[in-house]
Nanobody, 123 residues
Framework: QVQLVESGGGLVQAGGSLRLSCAAS????????MGWFRQAPGKERKFVAA????????AYANSVKGRFTISRDNAKNTVYLQMNSLRPEDTAVYYC????????????????WGQGTQVTVSS
């Protein structure tokens, strides 16, 4: 059974930075795509970023492109999300997820989820 544990969330002022981490266990981490999604209060969960099994491919939502960077360390079974130039509209619960295959950006293809970590950006 896959376990994903996020950390690194918190309260930050607009323009600030945070780095989220997600530690995985229970499955061959290096074989699967990893993604970050977020859910703001009263809204649907949405795609933020994804990275392929090798780290060779990555993709971002338009709203975070140029500000967020996804990366992974397969030796540590960990995926990261570096978030810079944060805005109040980035406030959400951020979820880490593991894909069914080596690459995808579709939420439906991500079948294992963490518990989420809150990110709050104050103006």
């Amino acid at each position: 059974q896959v376990q994903l544990v996020e950390s690194g969330g918190g309260l930050v002022q607009a323009g600030g930075s945070l780095r989220l981490s997600c530690a995985a266990s229970g499955r061959t981490f290096s074989s699967y795509a990893m993604g970050w999604f977020r859910q703001a209060p009263g809204k649907e969960r949405k795609f933020v970023a994804a990275i392929s099994w090798s780290g060779g491919n990555s993709a971002y939502a338009n709203s975070v492109k140029g500000r967020f960077t996804i990366s992974r360390d397969n030796a540590k079974n960990t995926v990261y999300l570096q978030m810079n130039s944060l805005r109040p509209e980035d406030t959400a619960v951020y979820y880490c997820a593991m894909g069914r295959t080596g690459w995808s950006t579709l939420q439906a293809d991500f079948t294992s989820w963490g518990q989420g970590t809150q990110v709050t950006v104050s103006s």
